[in-house]
């Protein structure tokens, strides 16, 4: 049955700071990954999606990287914002399904 | 920019009665999801709907749930008779296609809540 973890659960830093968050899932079956921000009380917002072929996508501040066979992504932000507040989840789709299945979620706060 | 909608926000509902949450998903897309996050907890997956069946369920999505697409616009998903545990946001998403590629765009969600 796959898993999806994250972390760390919460990540506090000052304005301006390069970080990553990890996400790891316990089977390497998967069509592709994406990665979801969700502010307070509100939706998901799509980040970006990798595909199971591919290593990174970019998107502006952000980078997502995929290591399949270790069941591990990453996702790097540059140059952090206090706007960049949220929680991102890091969601999976197994091979073979249409679902997503998500992670708990890292909550990030920046600091002005 | 589309994007996926619902309605309402926010509802409030007694314990065994029936609900009706509405999503109105991005127009050219073709493939339906249901998804709910209980409070503090994971998002998790129902049901996916495509050319007006269910591909897909979990086990959560027993015989109290169904879902519908009544006309060309709207998806709906339908509680029978709620429970308190049925509280929770319910989002729904859409997505163009389902190859591997399959982004799901997810709506603002609807907070239901099981007095």
């Known amino acids: 049955k796959q898993e999806v973890t994250q972390i760390p659960a919460a990540l506090s830093v000052p304005e301006g700071e390069n970080l990553v968050l990890n996400c790891s899932f316990t089977?390497?079956?998967?069509?592709?990954l994406q990665w979801f921000r969700q502010d307070p009380g509100k939706g998901l917002t799509s980040l970006l999606l990798i595909q199971s072929s591919q290593r990174e996508q970019t998107s502006g501040r952000l980078n997502a990287s995929l290591d399949k066979s270790s069941g591990r992504s990453t996702l790097y932000i540059a140059a952090s914002q206090p706007g960049d507040s949220a929680t991102y989840l890091c969601?999976?789709?197994?091979?073979?399904?249409?679902?997503?299945?998500f992670g708990t979620g890292t909550r990030l706060k920046v600091l002005a | 920019e589309p994007e996926v909608t619902q309605t309402p926000s926010h509802q409030v509902t007694q314990m065994g009665q029936e609900v009706i949450l509405r999503c109105v998903p991005i127009?050219?897309?073709?493939?339906f999801y249901w998804y709910r996050q209980i409070l503090g907890q994971k998002v998790e997956f129902l049901v996916s709907?495509?050319?007006?069946?269910?591909?897909?369920k979990s086990e959560i999505f027993d015989d109290q749930f169904s879902v519908e697409r009544p006309d060309g616009s709207n998806f709906t998903l339908k509680i029978r008779s709620t429970k308190l545990e049925d509280s929770a946001m319910y989002f729904c998403?859409?997505?163009?296609?389902?190859?591997?590629?399959?982004?799901?765009?997810f709506g603002p969600g609807t907070r239901l809540t099981v007095l």
């Open positions: 969601a999976v789709r197994p091979s073979g399904t249409y679902k997503y299945i």
């Open positions: 127009s050219n897309h073709l493939y």
């Open positions: 709907f495509y050319n007006n069946e269910i591909s897909e």
């Open positions: 998403a859409s997505s163009v296609e389902r190859t591997t590629y399959n982004e799901q765009f």
């Open positions: 089977d390497s079956a998967i069509y592709n």
